[in-house]
């Protein structure tokens, strides 16, 4: 078994026992002021979701198992980044020890967010680097058994 492979082997074991799945919003910035101020779709929010052991949450936010499942969906997140230098970067944001429940799901599950957006120019419209950067990322969760809600 490859390195790689033991790797990917080893995220799934992660994805199982924390129920892991995923949504996609865009990303909008508010650009220009008064007048001519508008909303603008400036990168994508990739958000990760995963619940405690065996797909079961207490509601205890910031308690241990939170730490520990977020954690692991750090584990994900870094596998699925584009590992070059690109006009695109992609923050993952800080664990916020809270407990989200998600539009499509009535469970509270901790939320790892990453964020895709234009290196330079944080205010232009999303373009073809952050949509092929959120493909490839998506592709990698899938290679590796997440689903999309």
């Known amino acids: ?80 980044l584009p590992k070059e230098k690109r006009p695109s970067v992609y923050n993952i944001e800080p664990f916020d020890h809270s407990l989200h429940s998600a539009r499509s799901t009535k469970r509270f599950e901790v939320e790892l967010k990453i964020r895709i957006h234009h290196r330079h120019g944080w205010e232009e419209p999303i373009d073809e680097c952050e949509t092929r950067c959120l493909a490839e990322m998506e592709a990698r969760l899938r290679e590796i058994g997440v689903r999309r809600h």
Not at 11 to 22: E, F, N
Request: aromatic share 8%; glycine share 8%; hydrophobic share 35%.
């Open 1 to 80: 078994m490859t390195e790689t492979s033991a790797e990917a082997d080893q995220l799934r074991q992660i994805i199982a026992r924390h129920a892991v799945w995923y949504e996609v919003r865009a990303h909008e910035d508010v650009v220009g002021v008064g007048d001519r101020a508008e909303r603008v779709k400036t990168g994508f929010d990739l958000e990760l979701y995963g619940t405690h052991d065996h797909g079961h949450s207490s509601l205890t936010p910031g308690c241990e198992r939170c730490t520990t499942t977020y954690l692991n969906l750090h584990q994900v997140a870094e596998w699925i």
